[in-house]
């Protein structure tokens, strides 16, 4: 029960790339799941719950460097942790 209060927020925006600047690694160390328009995505690379929209890779198709092509769906955002 201890474990709700260590948590940290979470962000209005996160991704999982640890490159990017939207990554914060002390929310990853907590399951979190990921609502788009009332359906749990267990794909989602990157969110903005303020802008509502989720990226999520598309398919096994890649861009130049290797990583996944990401697309973005649209809808209501909503972040939680498991």
């Known amino acids: 029960m201890n474990d709700a ?9 996160l991704s999982v790339d640890p490159r990017s ?23 989602v690379e990157e969110y903005c719950i303020s802008e509502g929209w989720v990226k999520v890779p ?11 092509l990401l697309i973005t ?3 209501k955002v909503e972040a939680f942790y498991r």
């Open 5 to 13: 209060q260590e948590r940290p927020p979470l962000p209005d925006h």
């Open 21 to 43: 600047a939207h990554h914060v690694a002390a929310v990853f160390e907590h399951a979190i799941g990921i609502r788009l328009s009332g359906k749990e995505r267990f794909d």
């Open 58 to 68: 598309a398919g096994k198709t890649l861009d130049r460097r290797g990583r996944p």
């Open 73 to 75: 769906l649209k809808g």
